[in-house]
């Protein structure tokens, strides 16, 4: 049980330690407006291309949920 334990918390830390650089490279390519377009959006000041940032908060919710079962099943059960 012990060595389950932790091969999948660490998986999943592996997997949450990898989300947070990309999400620091997202949040860096957002900040500099790599993904702006240039024109003028309905309710912004512009357009852009932010597909990666909404894959990125996929990814995130993803692994939340994950950990949420991994929670469910290591410590409730």
């Known amino acids: 049980f012990g060595s389950c334990f932790f091969m999948i918390t660490g998986f999943h830390g592996t997997h949450v330690t ?3 650089i990309f999400l620091i490279i997202v949040a860096r ?4 407006g790599d993904f702006d377009i240039g024109r ?3 309710f912004t000041s512009r357009r852009g291309r932010y597909e990666n940032v ?3 908060g996929l990814y995130w919710h993803f692994v939340d949920l994950v950990w949420v079962f991994i929670f469910a099943f290591f410590y409730l059960w």
């Open 54 to 56: 909404e894959v990125m």
């Open 29 to 32: 390519k957002v900040w500099r």
């Open 18 to 20: 990898i989300g947070v």
């Open 40 to 42: 003028p959006g309905f």
